[in-house]
């Protein structure tokens, strides 16, 4: 059953939800649902699910009745946030899709030195809005009980490094420190849910100058993935899954 995002302020009295925007269209004209259906709903805000039945069909909004709450657990104790170095084309959309599904909770653009693409303000704009909603149709369509943020874009050296237990670095040139060991020490911390980051770099790899900078702030590991060198949507992919089965809940 497709589940749809509301926010709390669409929760209303007599256990009523309304859901507005978009999805009433695709309620009503592509899945081409009844009154008396039912749908699966989730709060945005609180990750609280909801099986609901249509009672109205309106131009502007659907009016559910809850059913019955519903127990989901398809959220992952792990906090996994990717800063992303700003690829070209249409990569950062396989990646915020992908990782997505992945279970990925935060995905922020970044701009690095060999940073290829330039946009300018309203671009960046159009860029956010387009990823946001791409975000939200990969949660919808993978069960997901939140929608992942998609952060504005911002530079390398606004990372603020405290927020988290371990930031991981992956440098094409790195060849002592592994992603296995760090996960290793990793396992050992005793703590309910990590926070954990990983910074990848744009098509060009990261300047050598960032990663003498960045090795300096706490909590951060430059580590190697092997002997190849993977493009950058390819990373983000086999991290997040790695670091998913790991220490996450694909295991």
Not at 136 to 147: F, H, P
Request: glycine share 4%.
């Amino acid at each position: 059953m497709p589940k749809f995002f509301i926010k709390s302020e669409n929760l209303k009295e007599n256990n009523e939800i309304w859901i507005t925007g978009n999805d009433v269209n695709h309620i009503k004209n592509v899945l081409r649902k009844k009154v008396d259906d039912l749908l699966n709903i989730c709060n945005s805000d609180t990750s609280k699910n909801y099986e609901a039945k249509i009672l109205k069909l309106l131009d502007d909004k659907i009016i559910c009745q809850i059913i019955l709450d519903k127990i989901s657990n398809s959220e992952s104790s792990l906090n996994l946030t990717i800063f992303q170095g700003l690829p070209k084309a249409d990569k950062m959309e396989l990646i915020i899709q992908k990782c997505t599904e992945l279970g990925v909770k935060e995905i922020v653009p970044t701009v690095m030195k060999r940073t290829v693409v330039k946009l300018k303000e309203k671009d960046k704009e159009n860029k956010i809005t387009r990823w946001r909603k791409i975000a939200e149709v990969a949660a919808k369509q993978s069960g997901r009980d939140i929608i992942p943020k998609i952060n504005n874009i911002i530079n390398l050296n606004q990372i603020d490094y405290s927020k988290y237990d371990k930031l991981l670095v992956l440098y094409e040139n790195e060849n002592k420190l592994s992603i296995k060991q760090v996960i290793n020490e990793l396992k050992l911390i005793e703590k309910e849910q990590l926070n954990i980051a990983i910074i990848i770099g744009p098509e060009g790899g990261f300047d050598e100058k960032e990663i003498e900078n960045i090795i300096n702030e706490p909590n951060v590991s430059v580590v190697t993935l092997g002997k190849r060198i993977l493009r950058t949507e390819t990373v983000a992919l086999v991290v997040s899954g790695i670091l998913m089965y790991e220490l996450g809940d694909l295991n």
